[in-house]
């Protein structure tokens, strides 16, 4: 066999080859950017869910703050969650459009926001109806309806995040088991191409074999788990090129998704943890508390006059005041401790493995020591005030919900109580908040 026609069945050959690398790249390439799509989509189902849930909260603790203060500046945070929870219905609607399964989940919760939207109506026409007197209205809220609405709506909304997370997990599953098909891929071509090496090793060693060697050297780093070092790959070569440009979507892909995943559990202005697994995290704080002595607490927060403070200064402002609290908490709570950010002004800590209600007092000192301090904005010193409301675990209460609940209880009473900025809940609240 002469040389020329072993070049040309190699030039042939390699001619064949590149042609179909070249589509199967396109095909891998175009099925891996669809299977990322559907990712995508679940997180921002599972995302908007959490708003969803987030809006109806906050339209009712406009709802009780206005009963509890008759001040009609709660009823911004109301109408406002109203709004926002049908927005992000709407929305929801339309992402699940092709499942029915979702669809129906849908039209339930749609039925228990309209019970539940209309009880929270009704209370606050009551109150305006009768010029402040809120009997009537906490008549209607002591029958428990809209909790059992509101207990509907998060069991319904449990459901359809699992039935997301079952859908993302299977769809993680199929970009797993694409990329395996990917690099097999990949491997299949270095064995193809060395045995083509090996025949023309006299007329190709410079050209095919060093470069061979090469991206076998950079697999076996990364199924080592070294960094691969993508910028060492020739450009003009096919094999390297296909695995830089699967490399770099897999790091992209990883990165999107490590931000999604962030961003779903975080608050983007402060940077502290969102409401998404508050319930979850303090629920297991309190089950792990391993000695009878040992105790946690929970602190819900809110800034005194932030509503003024924003109009008067700008929106721009208030977030800045927002950010100062959230540093200047993170600076006077414990490393262990964790911090969330629950709505417009409210915060929420959970401080975690205590002895004594002394240790949980003296971190509200220190809480409150921490906003001595005034922060220029704009050139004007702004004081930055607080009420805190304190329950503890297993003294008040050995669930997330009635732990969170009582904070909240006791942080109006710090609210209306002009002696002191922090109050640690007792039962006792509980009347004189139904009876507010």
Do not use: C, P, Y
């Given at each position: 066999m002469s040389i020329r026609f072993k070049l040309m069945l190699l030039i042939s050959l390699l001619f064949v080859a590149g042609i179909?690398?070249?589509?199967?790249?396109?095909?891998?390439?175009?099925?891996?950017?669809?299977?990322?799509?559907?990712?995508?989509?679940?997180?921002?189902?599972?995302?908007?869910?959490?708003?969803?849930?987030?809006?109806?909260?906050?339209?009712?603790?406009?709802?009780?703050?206005?009963?509890?203060?008759?001040t009609n500046a709660y009823l911004k945070p109301y109408y406002t969650g109203v709004l926002d929870a049908k927005k992000y219905f709407k929305v929801l609607?339309?992402?699940?459009?092709?499942?029915?399964?979702?669809?129906?989940?849908?039209?339930?919760?749609?039925?228990?926001?309209?019970?539940?939207?209309?009880?929270?109506?009704?209370?606050?026409?009551l109150v305006q109806k009768n010029n402040g007197d809120d009997s009537e209205a906490l008549a209607l809220v002591m029958q428990n309806k809209g909790k059992k609405h509101m207990d509907d709506i998060r069991s319904l909304l449990s459901?359809?995040?699992?039935?997301?997370?079952?859908?993302?997990?299977?769809?993680?599953?199929?970009?797993?088991?694409?990329?395996?098909?990917?690099?097999?891929?990949?491997?299949?071509?270095?064995?193809?191409?060395?045995?083509?090496?090996?025949?023309?090793?006299?007329?190709?060693?410079?050209n095919l074999f060093t470069p061979l060697e090469f991206l076998v050297s950079n697999i076996h780093k990364m199924e080592s788990g070294k960094k691969l070092d993508i910028k060492a790959v020739t450009a003009n070569d096919e094999m390297g090129y296909l695995l830089s440009i699967f490399f770099n979507m897999h790091k992209k892909i990883y990165e999107r998704t490590k931000l999604l995943t962030y961003k779903a559990h975080h608050d983007e202005l402060t940077g502290l943890k969102n409401r998404t697994n508050m319930y979850d995290e303090i629920q297991n704080s309190i089950n792990n508390l391993k000695e009878l002595d040992s105790k946690c607490a929970v602190f819900f927060l809110d800034l005194n006059k932030f509503k003024q403070l924003n109009d008067t200064l700008g929106h721009d402002a208030g977030d800045l005041i927002l950010i100062e609290t959230a540093t200047r908490l993170k600076s006077s709570v414990r490393g262990d401790d964790t911090l969330f950010r629950v709505g417009g002004d409210e915060f929420v800590i959970l401080i975690k493995d205590v002895k004594a209600v002394s240790d949980i007092q003296n971190i509200a000192v220190n809480i409150l020591n921490a906003f001595a301090p005034v922060i220029m904005i704009q050139g004007q010193a702004i004081e930055i005030s607080l009420s805190i409301g304190i329950a503890i675990s297993p003294d008040d209460t050995k669930s997330s919900e009635e732990i969170i609940k009582f904070s909240d209880v006791a942080m109006y009473e710090a609210k209306r109580d002009k002696d002191t900025n922090y109050k640690f809940f007792d039962r006792g609240m509980l009347k004189r908040f139904s009876d507010t």
């Open positions: 179909g690398n070249a589509v199967f790249t396109f095909q891998l390439e175009s099925h891996q950017k669809e299977k990322v799509q559907w990712i995508l989509h679940t997180h921002q189902v599972i995302n908007n869910t959490e708003k969803l849930l987030s809006s109806i909260k906050d339209a009712e603790t406009g709802q009780r703050g206005f009963l509890l203060t008759k609607k339309a992402l699940t459009a092709d499942n029915q399964i979702q669809q129906r989940r849908l039209d339930l919760i749609k039925r228990s926001m309209e019970f539940k939207f209309t009880e929270l109506a009704v209370t606050i026409e459901d359809f995040n699992h039935t997301e997370a079952v859908l993302l997990e299977q769809r993680n599953s199929h970009f797993r088991e694409h990329s395996a098909q990917i690099t097999t891929f990949i491997i299949v071509e270095i064995i193809f191409f060395l045995l083509l090496a090996f025949i023309t090793i006299l007329f190709l060693n410079r």
